[in-house]
């Protein structure tokens, strides 16, 4: 048998025609590479601000709708697009069970993230049309009630306001190494300026080592495992941009994040390698990291952290789970509630809405299943964590076992809103409908 | 005055550089990607590829090792963009598998061929790079041993393990070698 002359007859490349772009392109490309686009490169924890920060963020964004970016000062070139904002059409709304809704998502901007910013429900993603090197994101709120997008606007991935968000890193690449840098850009509440402030993180840029933020109790905390000073978490203020207290931390590669009011609360995730604990609580200004669960082989898969409450799924594998919850900044914790086998993995909600999650069931297990397959809202309460189905989803393909992603659900006045199904749109993640379950 | 101890033009020689070996870049990235990735992913991928090079147009050694040197190159950002993704982005690419086994599951005549495909991504990744490299990539064993920093010997253990080994499993009942397009009989490689 000629093996040589099989394994030619399956060569993915046979029958490929390669056209040589012009090598311009390629050189325009070269000095100045563009990241991922951070939005979405990184995992952002559910943001929970007080008050005077969802002010700040309301008369940024008043001033930006006054103005507009293009008429905006900058104290620092940067990659800022000019924000554009157009009305979106209505889209038919489908009713598909009780309390279930959903709509289709314009096709014309690819959103892949749905959360609660600045009091409203928003999606954003990636602006269909834009070529790698633009970095141009869409964002629109979301009304929960007719789920029209009301308005959409558009500009640069690093511009804070985008995502509703006061500040935001923004990484830097050195065309030549593997070396990155974080600056913070701000938005100036009172005239609604974008400015990039000074270095705050040097990296090394890995697949394993990129960054990590989290929004919440008004700081933005930025986590990487492979700073030039080693690993390293920088607590930033979300009102001036400033850098509030950097923290010496364990070595976690691609850790999960979630912040409330007592800081931040970091996790040794499944991606990640062994460390001597599986969840370290960080408050602010303590400069110190604090093992709360110790476990050299357990993972922790989602976090939840909102007011003075954290939860965390935590085990030796997905279909493992215990769920922990932790009070203030107290290491011991409330209560820990087996999973009942709905293996969660991305979770949302909070005390006052309860803990939701989506997921393929009956389970999944390591099957792939080319079929569309039922899914279930289960409600995990927040008091003893114990789960209950809510409702059943409309029936899709599922890509594979892993269920609801980060940045696929959240829950908003009364309802739990879902983006599926996904797709795939040159390269980017978009998906198809938006989902609203009423319990 | 670059390592070669010349001072040619950068850009005519990278100019030079990209012509002479774009398709072959182009086509080794392609068949490491994912399965139902798209020309756009392979295109982006081999363009970093290029980029570096054109970054270190100084560093790039003469020909013909400049083309070892590219593979070394796409290698290592193949490498990197399979790491780099994150769980969003493995999400992506599920999805390209999905499309990619929908489209298998289509067409009833490719099944040996799957057959192929799957013994080919049975074998140790060592032994299948090597496999790859000479049968796909048309390279002898003196410049794959050059490209994945080992000896030519190496690389013909792994070669000869890698064809045992795909022997062993495709002889096993079932395939239907002549289900398979375009296989001519006769071998046209031997070490």
């Not at chain 1, 606007?153 to 968000?165: A, K, L, V, W």
């Not at chain 1, 996790?267 to 960080?282: F, I, K, M, Q």
Request: glycine share 8%.
């Amino acid at each position: 048998m000629d093996v040589d002359q099989l394994g030619k007859s399956v060569d993915p490349a046979r029958g490929i025609t390669v056209e040589i772009p012009d090598a311009q392109t390629i050189i325009d490309r070269a000095p100045a590479r563009q990241g991922p686009r951070w939005k979405f490169g990184s995992w952002t924890a559910p943001s929970r601000r007080p008050a005077w920060a969802w002010l700040a963020v309301v008369a940024a964004l008043a001033l930006l709708l006054v103005f507009g970016f293009r008429a905006l000062p900058s104290s620092k070139p940067h990659n800022t697009l000019p924000v554009t904002r157009t009305s979106s059409p209505s889209t038919p709304t489908s009713s598909v069970g009780a309390g279930v809704t959903s709509v289709s998502l314009p096709s014309n901007s690819w959103f892949n993230q749905i959360e609660v910013s600045d009091g409203r429900l928003l999606l954003s993603g990636d602006v269909a049309s834009a070529s790698d090197s633009s970095n141009s994101c869409v964002a629109a709120t979301l009304d929960p009630q007719t789920l029209q997008l009301d308005e959409t606007t558009r500009g640069s991935c690093n511009d804070p306001g985008i995502f509703g968000e006061t500040v935001a890193e923004v990484n830097a690449y050195s065309p030549d190494s593997n070396n990155a840098t974080i600056r913070v850009a701000r938005i100036d509440p009172l005239t609604g300026h974008v400015s990039e402030g000074p270095v705050v993180m040097s990296y090394g840029d890995y697949s394993d080592t990129k960054p990590v933020t989290a929004y919440g109790g008004g700081w933005l905390w930025i986590y990487d495992v492979e700073t030039t000073r080693g690993p390293e978490l920088l607590q930033v203020s979300s009102s001036s941009g400033r850098v509030e207290d950097t923290v010496t931390m364990p070595k976690l590669y691609r850790p999960i994040l979630a912040a409330n009011e007592d800081g931040l609360w970091i996790g040794n995730s499944v991606e990640g390698s062994e460390a001597p604990d599986v969840l370290y609580h960080v408050p602010p200004g303590s400069g110190t990291a604090t093992g709360v669960v110790a476990g050299t082989s357990l993972n922790a898969f989602w976090l939840v952290a909102s007011g003075e409450d954290i939860w965390a799924g935590i085990g030796p594998s997905f279909n493992q789970q215990t769920i922990w919850r932790f009070d203030g900044s107290d290491p011991h914790a409330v209560f820990r509630a087996p999973d009942h086998g709905y293996d969660p993995t991305t979770v949302v909600g909070d005390e006052a809405d309860g803990l939701w999650t989506v997921v393929p069931y009956p389970p999944l297990g390591t099957r792939f299943v080319s079929r569309p397959y039922p899914q279930v809202a289960v409600r995990i309460d927040p008091d003893s964590g114990k789960e209950t189905v809510e409702a059943s989803l409309p029936r899709f393909v599922l890509p594979d076992v892993e269920g609801l992603t980060t940045g696929q659900a959240a829950y908003f006045e009364g309802s739990l809103f879902v983006l599926e199904p996904p797709f795939d749109a040159r390269g980017y993640l978009g998906y198809r409908e938006l989902i609203r379950v009423t319990p | 005055v670059n390592e070669r101890g010349d001072d040619d033009n950068p850009r005519q020689r990278f100019d030079d550089l990209y012509q002479a070996n774009y398709p072959a870049i182009f086509r080794y990235v392609f068949r490491r990607l994912a399965p139902g990735s798209k020309i756009e992913d392979a295109a982006d991928i081999t363009a970093e590829v290029f980029a570096t090079a054109w970054r270190r147009i100084q560093k790039v050694p003469a020909s013909p090792d400049d083309r070892f040197w590219l593979y070394g190159v796409a290698g290592r950002t193949l490498q990197h963009h399979r790491r780099s993704h994150s769980r969003r982005e493995r999400l992506k690419l599920r999805l390209f598998s999905e499309a990619a086994l929908g489209q298998s599951v289509a067409d009833d005549s490719a099944v040996d061929a799957d057959r192929v495909r799957d013994a080919i991504a049975s074998l140790k990744a060592s032994d299948r790079e090597v496999f790859s490299l000479i049968v796909w990539d048309e390279l002898d064993n003196q410049a794959v041993a050059r490209i994945l920093g080992c000896s030519p010997n190496t690389v013909s253990v792994r070669l000869h393990r890698a064809r045992a080994r795909l022997r062993e499993q495709l002889s096993e009942p079932g395939l239907r070698e002549s289900g398979i397009s375009d296989v001519v009989p006769g071998r046209t490689k031997e070490s």
